[in-house]
């Protein structure tokens, strides 16, 4: 069975329905998993562009090690992120880059409906 939903833009009107099955449903919910915690957004916006190791990424979020490379298994886990071996090192890159306009997007519609919040 596949659950529609019903889009209304921002002008108020209504746009096309999103039909979506129980298996598009379950990979939604595996890629929206990966993108619920914010130690993995910042490792995600960390990857935007180019391929880093667990170390670079360390350096430049700031997150111990091993927490970082918990997230990124997770990330892995959940399709967001590819790796590619060079001898002893791992280096992790962003699946698709649809991924981070998904991102940017939630970034946007989080700061309107805060600042709907507090207009209220």
């Known amino acids: 069975m596949k659950r529609t939903i019903r889009k209304i833009n921002q002008g108020g009107t209504e746009t096309p329905e999103l039909r979506l099955g129980a298996e598009a ?24 562009g180019r391929k880093k190791s667990v170390s670079k990424v360390v350096e ?34 962003v699946a698709d880059p649809r991924v981070l306009d998904i991102v940017q997007s939630m970034a946007s519609i989080a ?6 919040r507090k207009t209220l």
């Open 25 to 48: 449903s379950r990979s939604v919910a595996i890629l929206a998993k990966g993108l619920s915690d914010e130690n993995r957004l910042r490792i995600l916006v960390c990857l935007c």
């Open 60 to 93: 430049e979020v700031g997150l111990s090690q091993p927490l970082v490379s918990h997230h990124l298994k997770e990330l892995k886990r959940c399709l967001l992120v590819t790796i590619e071996r060079n001898g002893p090192f791992i280096y992790y890159q």
């Open 111 to 116: 700061t309107d409906l805060v600042a709907a």
